[in-house]
């Protein structure tokens, strides 16, 4: 079992930057994959980006350029960089973990991005 928290979400105006966290209640050293969802309203939740224990990444091509993940396994936290951030960016933004067989969800952080 494994909880996941995210943070730093907020309003940030067209072309800025954000950086989400996601804080796994357990070592994330052997979860494999972790990554990050969006879920804008009336949408269904869409994948953004991933990444294995290896280090391997893959990202949407919506945000391929702007957005970095990344993990500190000292931590048990993976982030999200987003930058050149654009209105339709907008969304909850929700931690993903996989492990044994079983997906764990976070509760979602929102990120507003105004024009």
């Known amino acids: 079992q494994v909880q996941l928290v995210e943070s730093g979400g907020g309003l940030v105006q067209a072309g800025g930057s954000l950086r989400l966290s996601c804080v796994a209640s357990?070592?994330?050293?052997?979860?494999?994959?972790m990554g990050w969802y969006r879920q804008a309203p009336g949408k269904q939740r869409e994948f953004i980006a991933r990444?294995?224990?290896?280090?391997?990444?893959n990202y949407q091509d919506s945000v391929k350029g702007r957005f970095t993940i990344s993990r500190d396994n000292a931590k048990n936290t993976v982030y999200l960089e987003m930058n050149s951030l654009k209105p339709e960016d907008t969304a909850v933004y929700y931690c993903y973990a996989r492990m044994a067989w079983t997906d764990y969800w976070g509760q979602g952080t929102q990120v507003t991005v105004s024009s």
């Open positions: 357990r070592s994330i050293f052997s979860i494999n994959p």
């Open positions: 990444i294995t224990s290896a280090g391997v990444t």
